[in-house]
């Protein structure tokens, strides 16, 4: 079996991580979402790699698919490989006196806990090169369960399978609409009193706890968008609706009015359930710590 093949290059490594994740979940669709990715093009990663593995990884059924004794033997092997090739990259780096820890930030890097986390970070480790990964609304692991970061700072609730998730803050809600918009001259409002609006949306495939939360819990009509700013020119230029956390300065043209009855958004640390690196942990005890203040 030529699992060998997968170790030289980064892009083959990548897709052992995607066969991992449809044997974990035993499903496309389940695994495409955790993967923050779309079913086709994990499907025709899967394929070619049982092309060059040469036999079915997987038996296929419209509800799901089961590991075939081959695939039962490569998710064992890809398991170690993975965890192999992170422990070469970590005793690399350090060999060359280069200790590097990737941080994804969803949307937020503005947020004063993000500038006290850094200064206290550095502090810490002066040593240590921290990478930083901005992503967009679509992911709110900010490609942890991809293997892009080793730590994200973002926002809950989203599906938190097989990952570890620290509370740092938690902030109000409320609902962004146009200044003009008869509502926004309102002191507060419920959700019931947004239910003939358009709201934003997130494209399809993205978390669906993630996308529920910021629909009120109820399924809404409305444009996808993937960034804050997509998501405020919407309210602008056609007066959709959406929500967001109170606190975050917005343009003369929009308003924000508190919803009484949306549980607050929470700012966590999260990373994947059981990595032991010092880096992360200290990262996770320092976070908690900024965002007190």
Not at 24 to 29: I, Q, R
Not at 70 to 99: F, P, T, W
Not at 261 to 286: C, H, K, Q, Y
Request: proline share 7%.
């Amino acid at each position: 079996m030529p699992i060998s093949r997968g170790y030289r290059c980064s892009v083959e490594l990548r897709t052992l991580q995607y066969f991992v994740a449809v044997a974990e979940e035993l499903h496309f669709g389940r695994a495409a979402t955790r993967l923050h990715m779309s079913q086709p093009p994990l499907s025709r990663a899967i394929k070619r790699l049982e092309a060059d593995v040469g036999a079915l990884l997987f038996t296929r059924a419209p509800t799901g698919v089961t590991l075939t004794p081959v695939g039962a033997v490569l998710l064992e092997e890809a398991r170690a490989l993975l965890d192999h090739a992170e422990r070469v990259r970590v005793r690399v780096s350090a060999a060359a006196g280069r200790a590097t820890i990737t941080v994804g930030i969803l949307g937020d890097g503005t947020d004063p806990g993000v500038a006290r986390l850094a200064a206290a970070y550095r502090r810490t480790h002066p040593g240590v090169e921290i990478r930083v990964r901005d992503t967009d609304l679509t992911d709110p692991t900010c490609g942890l369960r991809a293997g892009l970061v080793d730590v994200a700072l973002t926002r809950a609730p989203f599906d938190g399978t097989a990952l570890t998730v620290r509370a740092l803050r938690s902030d109000p809600v409320g609902v962004v609409l146009r200044a003009d918009d008869p509502l926004a001259r309102r002191d507060r409002l419920r959700l019931a009193e947004l239910s003939d609006r358009r709201w934003f949306q997130f494209p399809q495939g993205t978390d669906p706890v993630w996308q529920s939360y910021w629909n009120g819990g109820t399924p809404r009509e409305g444009p996808a968008v993937r960034a804050v700013q997509e998501c405020l020119q919407a309210v602008l230029w056609n007066g959709t609706i959406g929500l967001a956390p109170l606190g975050h300065d917005l343009p003369a043209e929009l308003a924000v009015v508190p919803l009484v009855d949306m549980p607050p958004s929470r700012v966590v640390a999260v990373w994947n359930e059981g990595d032991t690196n010092p880096l992360i942990r200290s990262f996770v005890e320092i976070a908690t710590a900024a965002y007190r203040r």
